[in-house]
């Protein structure tokens, strides 16, 4: 077994553990990063090929080498899932995402106590295990700013310091400055739903995107190609940790990036102090790192595998599991969608980007009042491609004709040839309540092409709260499309219950080490020199993509482990 020596191990290099490669490498420390897939270039990305990265999804984990199995209880097998979102090379799933970089709300991090303020505790359903953070809004606002302006977030604030601002999102919470980009330009299919929205009433606006509208830091702008969602940008203007941060950890000479490297272990010692990792290298070799601290940012369904299979005699049921909380509370968006078509128009809904191009928000969150209507929390609304992934497979593969319409044969060709370019898609991301048997743990029939057993989800999003959220907001995007002025609207079906995209938690933060599995600064409670970092560490969702979130609480780690931990390693109060 080949041993290296460093002061940090980081594994997985997308959007937290690049932050943290790149800000701990500055500060003069020693950092190896592991990544599972390749190092790719912006050059591989130039054929804009759907073939490739939509239909063969080779930006994505391989479903056949690194299965994850879903379940909707405890009662059934779970089947390995047919497709996976998360990324699969360094910049993770930045590379490939449809780079919407939002901010939580102030109440997305008191969730509980701010319900019972409005509602009182019986709103929340009993079998729900919803708490709030352990840090406010205020608390991560001065990193949610650095991000923005470390990668290049492109939007228009609507709440500068208090002051509400027209054009922006008036729902958002104060930011201290502007973003540093002016937003993305608005296609057609943005313009007529921001039109409808406020024949509405309601409030829309261009939403952020991690995608440059001007030149920035060197790096070109956005050239509008509608190859976002899915592919890697050929021309860099998508703000991937790729392009961004790993070359700042470069420029440090204190950075060493691994790929191909397969983590299977988390090592400690017998007084439960993490020691390094073990890896498969790209030849089957086993390899380990000795490392004087260990950060852990691959996503969720690794994060919590490389717990449980790291479990010792201090730690029988996973490493850093004390709290019995890892791989509990799992979450995800829940979506709906809703389709609207023109007989009479054309619809450039290729335009980039695919996810989100024109939001509202006025019923997500708590800002809009839920009396009485059994149920809580909210969805974030916008205007988007079919599968919000451009071109025509992508389209082909997502989009829902409506009843009576096959998906084959000549009538779905006349179908999708008259209205490939005539329609577009209201969607929503629904808040999902975190639940104590919502879970992942280890398949104990499934195994990867390296032998490990499987993730396993169990995991049915179709409780009481969640199925009138959805049903509620279902009723709003239709709205939308008839106040649009389509001649066809019409719902997609929804899931069977299996996780949506944007999951969260299993290894969530919290202020007692009874109940969660990290601190606040996401430093394990049991073992102080391991840090778990990414969407497995909230407590809450929210209906915003939550990349942005995971990057301010990577900015926030860094800079507490900087100034503090370096100094007096040990627990962070």
Not at 199 to 207: A, E, I
Not at 502 to 509: A, F, I, K
Request: with cysteine; hydrophobic share 35%; proline share 7%.
């Amino acid at each position: 077994m080949a041993t290296e020596k460093t002061d940090v191990v980081i594994v997985g290099m997308g959007a937290a553990g690049a932050v943290l490669a790149a800000e701990l490498a500055k500060a003069g420390m020693k950092v190896i990063g592991l990544e599972r897939g390749p190092r790719l270039t912006t050059a591989d990305f130039k054929p804009r090929d759907e073939l490739r990265f939509f239909q063969r999804q080779d930006l994505r984990p391989n479903p056949k080498r690194q299965p994850v199995t879903w379940r909707p209880n405890a009662r059934v097998r779970a089947n390995p899932l047919r497709s996976l979102s998360y990324g699969n090379q360094a910049g993770g799933g930045t590379v490939h995402y449809g780079a919407v970089s939002w901010r939580f709300h102030e109440d997305d991090f008191r969730a509980r106590s701010h319900t019972i303020e409005r509602y009182g505790a019986a709103a929340i359903p009993e079998d729900s295990s919803l708490a709030d953070w352990p840090l406010s809004y205020q608390d991560l606002e001065p990193f949610y700013d650095r991000a923005e302006y470390e990668i290049g977030v492109s939007g228009k604030a609507g709440n500068l310091l208090g002051q509400k601002i027209t054009g922006g999102n008036v729902f958002e919470a104060p930011r201290r400055r502007e973003y540093p980009l002016p937003p993305l330009a608005t296609d057609q299919a943005g313009v007529l739903f921001d039109e409808a929205a406020r024949k509405l009433g309601y409030h829309p606006f261009s939403p952020p995107h991690a995608i440059i509208s001007q030149d920035y830091r060197g790096r070109q702008a956005c050239t509008y190609c509608g190859f976002c969602q899915a592919f890697g940008c050929h021309v860099g203007a998508k703000s991937s940790t790729l392009v961004t941060l790993l070359p700042l950890a470069d420029a440090t000479g204190n950075f060493k990036l691994i790929t191909g490297a397969m983590c299977h272990r988390i090592d400690s010692d017998n007084s439960g102090r993490a020691t390094g990792v073990s890896y498969y290298g790209p030849d089957g070799s086993d390899n380990a790192i000795e490392a004087e601290l260990v950060i852990l940012a691959p996503f969720i369904y690794d994060n919590t595998r490389l717990l449980l299979l790291s479990k010792t005699a201090k730690f029988p049921d996973g490493l850093a599991n004390s709290s019995g909380q890892v791989g509990k509370h799992i979450m995800a968006h829940i979506g709906a969608k809703v389709y609207a078509a023109f007989d009479g128009r054309y619809v450039n809904n290729y335009m980039g980007p695919n996810a989100q191009k024109h939001s509202l928000d006025d019923f997500n969150a708590d800002n809009y009042d839920h009396g009485g209507l059994g149920f809580i929390r909210g969805s974030q609304v916008a205007i988007a491609t079919a599968n919000q992934e451009g071109g025509p497979i992508g389209t082909a593969m997502g989009m829902e004709p409506p009843a009576g319409t096959p998906r084959w044969g000549a009538a779905y060709r006349n179908f999708f040839a008259k209205y490939f370019a005539r329609h577009t898609v209201i969607i929503s991301e629904t808040e999902n309540l975190p639940y104590p048997d919502q879970t992942i743990d280890l398949d104990p029939d499934v195994r990867d092409a390296w032998g490990l057993p499987a993730p396993r989800i169990t995991y049915d999003w179709r409780r009481l709260n969640e199925r009138k959220g959805v049903a509620f907001i279902q009723d709003k995007l239709e709205q939308l499309g008839q106040a649009m002025g389509a001649t066809h609207v019409w719902r997609a079906p929804l899931s069977q219950g299996a996780p949506g995209p944007h999951t969260q938690g299993g290894t969530r933060m919290g202020s007692d080490p009874k109940t969660s599995v990290v601190n606040r600064y996401s430093q394990s409670w049991d073992v102080p020199n391991l840090f778990i970092v990414g969407s497995s560490t909230h407590p809450s969702m929210s209906g915003f993509n939550p990349t942005l979130t995971i990057q301010a609480l990577a900015y926030m780690s860094a800079e507490a482990i900087v100034t503090r931990y370096r100094k007096s390693p040990g627990p962070l109060a």
